[in-house]
């Protein structure tokens, strides 16, 4: 308890979740998490803590900058249980602050003897203390929602990471001489100017094919990802909905016509990218 009584020297931590409270308010300790949301939370944490709370205590709402109505700032003492990703070491004991729902009777939730997930970064010089990386990102731990992670934080540091979409940089479709037959090649701007290329296949009498070549290689034999990976989520969650009309390089309306085509092709192959609502 003795830490409770220290809530002052928080106060500059206060004012950061402060701002991270405006981005999203109710998704702590939601455990329906989508796919996107947790690859979004663990991509910007370094630390990926499986923890128990040990004890909590509620800071006064005038040092609670930004806080939503319905709910409180909570300052939390917890016990680390294990560390599922990181780059930076962490103690046995965290301190952190989390903005949480009051219940149905106004009352502040109780987290006591509760373990939890957090999607964190450290506080420079305050050792012990970590700082939720948004309001979502301490969810309740379920063995579960740790299965459903795993593979992501073990894509997000492999060798061969998709890099980050940014949009789309040129379309080319061209007829075949079978009628029915075509080929669509679209071109990817990624984050780190990696290239990335789409290719749709179509052939008379058959199903359109369509794959994706995380290299320099145009690889006509490339699969689509499988839904729920990080490949997919690059595309599903990064890409326009429509192809933009100046990434067509032809100026034949028919070519333009099939790129628009087989671009809502793939769109739809894809399906979307569902995010928890904030």
Same mark, same amino acid.
């Given at each position: ?11 500059? +931590?206060?004012?950061?979740?402060? +701002? ?14 989508? $796919? +996107? ?96 990386? /948004? ?5 309740? $731990? ?50 780190? /100017? ?38 997919? $989520? ?28 087989? $671009? ?15």
């Amino acid at each position: 308890m003795k830490s409770l009584t220290i809530l002052a020297s928080l106060a500059l +931590a206060s004012a950061s979740v402060g +701002a991270l409270a405006q981005q999203a308010q109710s998704q702590s300790m939601q455990t329906g998490s989508t $796919y +996107a949301d947790l690859v979004e939370l663990a991509e910007r944490a370094p630390l990926v803590i499986r923890a128990e709370v040990r004890d909590q205590a509620r800071v006064k709402a005038e040092r609670a900058p930004g806080l939503a109505p319905g709910h409180a700032r909570l300052y939390v003492e917890a016990q680390t249980r294990s560390l599922l990703a990181g780059t930076v070491p962490v103690g046995e004991s965290l301190r952190y602050l989390v903005d949480l729902p009051l219940t149905a009777k106004g009352k502040v939730p109780k987290l006591k003897k509760q373990e939890v997930l957090l999607f964190a970064r450290p506080v420079a010089g305050r050792p012990g203390e970590i700082q939720l990386v /948004d309001m979502g990102a301490q969810m309740r $731990y379920d063995p579960a929602l740790e299965a459903r992670l795993r593979p992501i934080l073990a894509e997000l540091v492999a060798s061969n990471t998709p890099p980050i979409i940014t949009g789309v940089s040129e379309a080319l479709a061209v007829e075949g001489t079978l009628v029915g037959e075509s080929e669509t090649q679209l071109f990817l701007d990624t984050e780190s /100017d990696g290239p990335v290329s789409v290719t749709i296949v179509r052939r008379p009498g058959q199903a359109p094919r369509w794959g994706v070549s995380w290299t320099e290689i145009v690889d006509q034999s490339a699969s689509a990802p499988q839904r729920n990976t990080l490949a997919w $989520y690059r595309l599903a969650c990064s890409l326009p909905q429509t192809l933009p009309a100046d990434a067509v390089l032809s100026q034949d309306d028919a070519a333009r016509e099939l790129a628009q085509r087989d $671009y809502a092709f793939v769109i739809e192959e894809l399906g979307p990218c569902e995010r928890s609502p904030a």
